[in-house]
């Protein structure tokens, strides 16, 4: 047994796993409506107004991520997208925000 969701109509089901002695297929059979709790587990936050980074928390944000990929023995970049990271860096700070 299980709980399927609908969030789009905001119904919940209780539903079995059965096999369809006609077909052999295994299906998904609704067994009772229950009520429905909440909303979907992987909705989006509620946008209020401290929901964005300001300009200097990004900034501060891009140059931790920077640190990261250039600096930590456990970074995912090859040493030639290290290299490229350095000179897109580089770039940046000689030619400002301008992308």
Do not use: C
């Amino acid at each position: 047994m299980g709980i399927h969701y609908d969030h789009r109509n905001r119904r919940a089901f209780e539903t079995e796993i059965r096999r369809n002695p006609e077909t052999g297929a295994i299906e998904r059979i609704i067994t009772r409506e229950v009520p429905y709790l909440g909303e979907p587990p992987f909705a989006p936050p509620a946008k209020g107004k401290d929901t964005t980074l300001s300009r200097e928390q990004a900034d501060r944000l891009r140059q931790d991520i920077y640190g990261f990929l250039l600096h930590a023995d456990d970074s995912p970049l090859d040493p030639t997208t290290r290299a490229e990271l350095v000179r897109y860096i580089a770039w940046r700070e000689k030619h400002g925000d301008n992308l």
